[in-house]
């Protein structure tokens, strides 16, 4: 193997090595997110609330992409992203009301 191609192995290497790192992040930020959203169910199945909040979900689908353009990511994949967590969330709430 020459010397770039060298280099470029080590370098994808340590890219993946950051890639599976943040994988482990987002695993483990997500599951903390889903412990206090099903803490919400609870105490919304608890209190006779609907599972869902459309004006608090807008603020926040805002709110992300916001942060989305300041990180520099695609706004519209971190819409599309929240949409998702927020329709797990949604059946999550509906499953402690049942």
Same mark, same amino acid.
């Given at each position: 193997? !020459? +010397?770039?191609?060298?280099?470029?192995?080590?370098?994808? %290497?340590?890219?993946?090595?950051?890639? +599976?790192?943040?994988?482990?992040?987002?695993?483990?930020?997500?599951?903390?997110?889903? =412990?206090?959203?099903?803490?919400?169910?609870?105490? =919304?199945? /608890?209190?006779?609330? #609907?599972?869902?909040? #459309?004006?608090?979900? +807008? %603020?926040?689908?805002?709110?992300?992409?916001?942060?989305? *353009?300041?990180?520099? *990511?695609? #706004?519209?994949?971190? =819409? =599309?992203?929240? !949409?998702?967590?927020? /329709?797990?969330?949604?059946?999550?709430? %509906? /499953?402690?009301?049942?």
């Amino acid at each position: 193997m !020459n +010397d770039t191609v060298s280099r470029a192995a080590d370098l994808l %290497k340590e890219h993946r090595e950051s890639i +599976d790192r943040l994988d482990a992040i987002l695993v483990f930020t997500l599951a903390e997110r889903f =412990k206090h959203t099903q803490a919400v169910g609870v105490l =919304k199945a /608890q209190h006779d609330l #609907p599972p869902s909040d #459309p004006a608090r979900e +807008d %603020k926040q689908i805002a709110r992300l992409q916001d942060l989305a *353009l300041q990180a520099d *990511l695609d #706004p519209e994949f971190a =819409k =599309k992203f929240l !949409n998702f967590v927020i /329709q797990e969330v949604i059946q999550h709430h %509906k /499953q402690h009301q049942s």
